[in-house]
């Protein structure tokens, strides 16, 4: 089953592109992206100039020949950019400079203050008060780049983990803290983001997060109450999902559909919560179509718990970059965890240190969230589906 739908969407995975002369029309003209349409029909993700660098870098150091001629054809995949501090906004211009107008450069917005209230191994430089310097300079920079190149198209993915951590992650202290510069920051970054040449996609966690029953409902009222704060902006989109995650699309039965409380979340896989999910979302009067990531889902089984999040070993890259998912509602898979960059450190003494990357199925060791692992890279080439 798993070869027949990898064929099927190897088939699908190149996406159709304009020719040489619509390139030029549309590169001399500026991009009005229709939001009620699935984008990706029409542009490829881009593979950004700093991924594309890491893993060239990562090809030179491996020395058995066929691994590193592997290698070098994952720096061809497309991936989003975390743009992920205010000092890493710089990153924009470098990414941007080969970006052809057949390609949509993916962008994740990931610096909410008090960021990552639940875990410790991806905090942000914000505190949960900061609000201010999170518009005026985070989200402000961001919209003036995105304004000054009109003729490109941007795919951005909003703030991962922020709104479920609100939703099922409330009782702690840090995000109780944290929710009126979530929600507020949130909006701020969809009112000011809503560009012509810009999709957006609101983070919603994955179904073993957000797809519990008792979840579904809150979860779409969370994303649809900040939306309609934010005024509805046109460009959105719909929500991401599996983002830096490792549940797999169609499997079935689910990879944890044989645990002890499965009866309490039927979205055993991606395809089943953005089915579920997407039409809570609907009923909450929010855009209900997503992106998926399957930069690094090709494995299962590999897990303890549903839940473990960090650096999960023997993982594998999963399917290409594509617009062609087989299902409606799913616009495209994306890379948007760029594999190969750690979840968290792996050192119990660093400040950053989460128990998540100390667990038995967390590959070690790992060095800090975002920071490159060049053997988590090469596990994950050597066990990718379909194979480089």
């Known amino acids: 089953m798993k070869a027949e739908v990898a064929a099927v969407l190897l088939a699908g995975s190149a996406l159709a592109a304009p020719s040489k002369t619509s390139r030029r029309a549309a590169c001399s003209s500026a991009v009005n992206l229709n939001a009620a349409t699935n984008v990706w029909a029409n542009y490829k993700l881009h593979p950004n100039s700093f991924y594309r660098s890491e893993v060239n870098a990562a090809a030179e150091a491996i020395t058995d020949a066929t691994l590193k001629a592997q290698a070098a054809k994952v720096a061809d995949v497309g991936s989003f950019l975390w743009l992920d501090t205010i000092a890493n906004i710089a990153k924009f211009d470098e990414a941007i400079a080969d970006l052809p107008c057949e390609n949509i450069l993916g962008l994740v917005i990931y610096d909410l203050p008090g960021r990552d209230c639940a875990a410790k191994a991806s905090n942000g430089e914000l505190t949960y008060s900061e609000i201010g310097r999170y518009k ?5 920079p961001i919209v003036a780049k995105l304004k000054a190149n009109p003729n490109n198209a941007f795919a951005l993915i909003i703030e991962p983990d922020s709104l479920p951590n609100l939703v099922t992650n409330a009782d702690l202290q840090t995000c109780k803290d944290s929710k009126s510069a979530y929600e507020e920051g949130v909006a701020y970054a969809l009112k000011s983001l ?17 797809g519990w029953d008792a979840n579904l409902t809150p979860g779409a009222q969370e994303l649809a109450k900040v939306y309609k704060n934010a005024g509805s902006p046109k460009q959105v989109r ?6 830096a995650g490792w549940n797999a ?7 944890f559909s044989s645990a002890s409380d499965a009866q309490y979340n039927k979205c055993q896989n991606e395809r089943t919560y953005v089915e579920k999910f997407g039409a809570a979302l609907k009923t909450a009067g929010f855009p209900n179509h997503a992106i998926v990531d399957t930069g690094r889902n090709a494995v ?3 897990r303890e718990e549903w839940g473990n999040w960090c650096n999960v070993n ?3 890259f999963g399917v290409r970059p594509t617009g062609s998912t ?16 750690s979840d968290g450190t792996s050192d119990t003494s660093a400040t950053r240190y989460d128990s998540f990357c100390g667990k038995p199925d967390a590959f070690k060791p790992a060095p800090e969230a975002g920071q490159w ?5 090469e596990m994950l080439l050597k066990n990718a589906v379909p194979q480089f």
């Open 326 to 341: 087989g299902y409606e509602l799913a616009d495209a898979f994306v890379w948007g965890k760029p594999g190969g960059e």
């Open 300 to 302: 299962t089984g590999l």
């Open 238 to 243: 719909g929500f991401a999902t599996n983002i």
């Open 249 to 255: 699309w169609d499997l079935s039965p689910g990879e």
């Open 373 to 377: 692992n060049q053997a988590y890279f």
């Open 314 to 316: 023997g993982a594998g």
């Open 194 to 210: 809503n560009l012509p040449n810009v999709v957006m996609y609101v983070d919603a966690g994955h179904g073993g997060w957000l």
């Open 136 to 140: 005026t300079e985070y989200i402000d």
